[in-house]
């Protein structure tokens, strides 16, 4: 019996870690609205990205890919905007600290398209 309970809390461990490392929280510990709205916009800010590189890709074999850029610009403005609006309601210190970081990966990125 002895055993089996060790190798539950074992494996439990090991998985409590395992979340931990992945996501830099407990699973326990349930996400705000505030900040699962942040994470999902820094989330579709990749997406953006990877449409961007991709079209990038495109235009350097010498496709026109003019249509391509449109869709991310639309996205990304649109992204930057509800942060701007998101902003100001959040209340807890993550929730903010993710904001600052996605505004400042935008800001980046913005002046990377250039």
Request: aromatic share 8%; glycine share 6%; hydrophobic share 45%.
């Amino acid at each position: 019996m002895k055993r089996i309970l060790a190798v539950f809390l074992v494996v439990a461990a090991l998985f409590t870690v395992g979340y931990y490392l992945s996501t830099g929280r407990l699973p326990w510990v349930a996400l705000s609205t505030e900040e699962q709205q942040v994470i999902d916009l820094g989330e579709e800010f990749a997406r953006v990205r990877e449409q961007w590189q991709a079209a990038g890709r495109t235009q350097a074999l010498g496709v026109d890919a003019s249509s391509q850029i449109e869709g991310p610009l639309a996205n990304l403005e649109r992204i930057d905007r509800e942060l701007a609006e998101l902003t100001p309601q959040l209340k807890s210190t993550e929730a903010k600290n993710r904001a600052t970081i996605l505004r400042r990966d935008i800001a980046a990125f913005k002046g990377e398209m250039r």
